[in-house]
């Protein structure tokens, strides 16, 4: 069965950084493109990045352009989120993401604080 593990969160300084990963496992991870998503309380769910199969290509939410970087690990099955420069708005449970065989499939979250 698909499962999505995500790591790497914490509380952090603004303008600190952080690494988030993700690892996947129960499909092939090497032909699906993974997404990070986030949801801040009391708002909705939002893209963040996603990055497609081979890693080639990338695309962010204007709200983290420059300071988020998406990769991927196809050897590791696992993906990853480099957040710089955090601002007390980045403040949000983190979700690893995929769609596989026309289903959704989440992470359980990793929450990520930004405060002084």
């Known amino acids: 069965q698909v499962q999505l593990v995500e790591s790497g969160g914490g509380s952090v300084q603004p303008g600190g950084s952080l690494r988030l990963s993700c690892v996947a496992s129960g499909f092939t991870f090497s032909s699906t493109r993974m997404n990070w998503y986030r949801q801040a309380l009391g708002k909705e769910r939002e893209l963040v990045a996603t990055?497609?199969?081979?890693?080639?290509?990338?695309n962010y939410a204007d709200s983290v352009k420059g300071r988020f970087t998406i990769s991927r690990d196809n050897a590791k099955n696992t993906v990853y989120l480099q957040m710089n420069s955090l601002k007390p708005e980045d403040t949000a449970v983190y979700y690893c993401?995929?769609?596989?065989?026309?289903?959704?499939?989440w992470g359980q979250g990793t929450q990520v604080t930004v405060s002084s």
């Open positions: 990055i497609s199969s081979t890693g080639r290509s990338t």
């Open positions: 993401n995929c769609y596989y065989r026309s289903d959704a499939y």
